[in-house]
């Protein structure tokens, strides 16, 4: 019992270090406990539950270690997530210790590799109870020099690496040879060599875009949302005397606009006008990029969507959205496709409106799934904070010809703990997924400007107030990762049914004593 729960502890210390700021190639070893514990187990269904507990156990705590803070915005978050996160990565790692009781490594390690992809993907993929945090690639956020490569693969090609890493040094810690050495070795190597070679071969575009950042640090809490809406509009408006003249886009971050907007007409609110006014007066070849809650009215109730919401008879949908102010063009609108679930989004809204007009759900916000890229002389694509934990939210708005990305953000909910660093640190690998620069305004939190390489030009940190400026490069061309989206996930899932397949057809012809 003692030994176990010291493999467990070391297992869960090793998971967690790439998401409390260290380096995260301990995940290369992070596994080898737990597969040490596995080996130790018989095929009983006796020995099947103990693993299983010593397994939810460390999912458990690698959960808590990494995704406490969430408890700061919403209690039953972290809770939710880590029932659903322990769930998908039990599956994958109790059908790996099943199968290697009763068929052959070879199989048993497939499966591991396949399946825990596979529910990654799906667990990614899913339009509810979506909380992709711990897929394992994002654990190499602060380590972009070593995961360039996922510009071919996104970061489930960083999940393949890991678990393709733990299982040749686990090899080789029980059998020692040189064969298993080698391959270890190789395994965690050759990925670094090759991301080492596109690191410092890599070509910026030599195209930019003079790119300036706000972050006007208000409270979430005492000031965002129950505060002074002039003032906050005036905070807005003194920052931006310190934009450069000749900064051709300005970023402010999500919800910035401390108004109601009417999303068919933005642009005939108060705040809408003050800020276009300014960008007219003090720069003119400016587009001004801007996080606002919208709401949209259904005058026919017939067209209304499943979210809409019910007032007197009349149905609207409120969105988070981002919106483009640019000189002389009216404002176009992108509604927040990923939704944090709990705070924006009630799961199986749609499941129960079959069955009773719910006339919306309170916290229930519209969304849809096109990425609205906003033009003027080039192309920026606006993801609106947790669009950045998902790739294919990213691949997406540059598939729609987005030749720069910006963030629009509001970090302030988790407080000063990792919930927010992280954030900023995904998007480094957002940037090497999709190759393009970014430019990222928070709330407070991290604000700054982040290369296709991946790596970090300038940054403003936690209660700072201020303008960053930088030229930001634009870029058209496409990486294979925007080219075929999670492409690594979906073949996971293939092989996982394969691989199931295989192992219930090999276990009834040995029933049958077809096989020794």
């Not at 690496?161 to 395994?187: D, H």
């Not at 900064?247 to 402010?252: A, N, R």
Request: aromatic share 12%; hydrophobic share 45%; with cysteine.
């Amino acid at each position: 019992m003692g030994k176990k729960t010291l493999l467990v502890a070391f297992s869960v210390a090793l998971l967690s270090a790439g998401w409390l700021g260290l380096s995260g190639l301990t995940l290369l070893v992070a596994l080898v406990p737990l597969l040490m514990i596995s080996a130790n187990y018989g095929s009983s269904a006796r020995d099947f539950w103990r693993m299983a507990g010593w397994a939810a156990l460390t999912f458990v705590l690698w959960n808590a270690a990494t995704i406490w803070w969430v408890w700061i915005a919403t209690p039953i978050g972290p809770i939710t997530a880590t029932i659903f996160s322990t769930f998908w990565n039990l599956t994958a790692f109790m059908l790996f210790h099943y199968v290697s009781k009763r068929a052959s490594k070879a199989l048993s390690y497939t499966l591991l590799v396949a399946t825990w992809v596979a529910t990654e993907f799906l667990y990614t993929s899913a339009e509810v109870l979506s909380f992709p945090w711990l897929t394992l690639g994002n654990g190499f956020s602060g380590d972009v020099w070593a995961v360039q490569w996922y510009e071919w693969t996104g970061v489930m090609g960083g999940s393949v690496w890991v678990l393709l890493s733990n299982i040749a040094i686990f090899e080789a810690l029980r059998n020692r040879s040189v064969a298993k050495i080698a391959t270890a070795t190789v395994t965690v190597l050759a990925p670094i060599a090759v991301s080492l070679v596109l690191y410092f071969d890599h070509k910026p575009s030599e195209e930019m875009v003079k790119v300036s950042v706000i972050q006007p640090n208000v409270d979430c809490y005492a000031e965002k949302f129950v505060g002074n809406r002039e003032w906050q509009l005036e905070n807005i408006v003194d920052l931006m005397h310190q934009v450069p003249s000749d900064s051709q886009l300005i970023v402010l971050p999500e919800t910035a606009i401390p108004e109601t907007l009417n999303d068919d007409l933005p642009l005939s609110a108060t705040s809408t006008l003050t800020l276009k006014n300014q960008i007219d007066s003090l720069y003119p070849n400016a587009m001004m990029i801007a996080g606002a809650t919208t709401v949209k009215y259904y005058v026919d109730a017939r067209n209304r969507t499943e979210t809409a919401r019910n007032r007197d008879g009349f149905y609207y949908d409120v969105f988070n959205s981002a919106i483009a102010l640019n000189r002389g063009m009216g404002g176009d609108v992108h509604h927040k496709m990923r939704l944090v679930i709990g705070v924006e989004a009630m799961p199986f809204t749609g499941f129960l409106n079959k069955f009773v007009d719910l006339g919306g759900i309170t916290g229930q916000l519209g969304r849809n799934d096109f990425a609205m890229p906003f033009v003027k002389g080039f192309v920026a694509g606006p993801a609106i904070c947790y669009e950045g934990i998902y790739g294919d939210c990213f691949a997406r708005f540059v598939r729609n010809g987005a030749q720069v990305m910006t963030v629009l953000s509001n970090d302030g909910w988790w407080g000063n703990t990792p919930g927010h660093k992280r954030l900023f640190d995904f998007c480094r690998l957002r940037a090497i997924e999709t190759r393009r620069g970014i430019a990222r305004s928070a709330n407070t939190g991290v604000s700054g400007f982040i290369t296709s390489r991946g790596d970090v030009v300038d940054r403003m940190d936690w209660e700072e107030r201020g303008v960053l400026t930088s030229d930001v490069e634009l870029r058209n061309d496409l990486t294979l990762y925007v080219r075929y989206g999670d492409w690594v996930g979906r073949l996971g899932l293939f092989m996982t049914f394969l691989g199931v397949m295989y192992f219930t057809a090999y276990r009834v012809r040995r029933r049958n004593h077809l096989v020794d």
